[in-house]
Each structure stands twice: as C-alpha cells, then as structure tokens.
C-alpha cells in the first residue's frame, strides 16, 4: 500500500504494508509525527495525501507543509486532506477547485 510518514521533518513516501517500514537506517522512530496514504493521478499530476498512520497517528496540514519534500513531489498538486476515504478527499479537492472558478 502505498503510505508516507513525515519523520525528522521529512516526508518520506513508500509502497510497504505498515508505516514503521518506511522508517530507514539512521532514523529515530520517535520523531515520526504522523503518517497516511497517498495516491499520484499522473494524468493530472496531483499527488492525494490523507489518512492516518495506526502506527503514529495523523499528521497535521501544518507538519506536512513545513516537511521536505523531494522534488518530483513539489512539481506535482499537493492535496493533503484530514479525510480517511480516498473518495472523499477527491470530491473535497473537486467542491474546492469549483468554488475558486
């Protein structure tokens, strides 16, 4: 599945079944603040965060924008969304982007 943590102030983003697996060699586990999912829809190059991690819990909208993040996520549409359904996410994100037009 696919889960990221913001570790250390790092977004970190992997393909593993629990979130503790994303936390590498070198890392503290005790400065995870939070986790979820993520899902990239490379036809409109916006990259979904939401959810939450039952390993450390939910990152805040705060944490992830202050997190580092690797290039080829700041070139894509961040949405980060306090949702825990997929669905739900993108139907804020669509009510959202209706509202600005």
């Not at 983003?13 to 979130?19: A, Y």
């Not at 080829?72 to 037009?101: G, H, I, P, R």
């Amino acid at each position: 599945m696919r889960k990221f943590i913001i570790n250390d102030e790092d977004l970190i983003l992997g393909d593993v079944e629990f979130h503790e697996e994303l936390i590498c060699e070198g890392r503290e586990r005790n400065k995870t603040v939070g986790g979820g999912r993520w899902h990239f829809d490379r036809s409109k190059n916006i990259i979904y965060f939401w959810g939450m991690s039952s390993d450390f819990g939910q990152a805040t909208k705060k944490q992830f924008e202050e997190s580092f993040k690797q290039p080829s996520v700041e070139d894509a549409t961040q949405v980060f969304s306090n949702k825990k359904d997929f669905l739900e996410v993108m139907k804020e994100y669509e009510e959202n982007c209706n509202k600005s037009e």
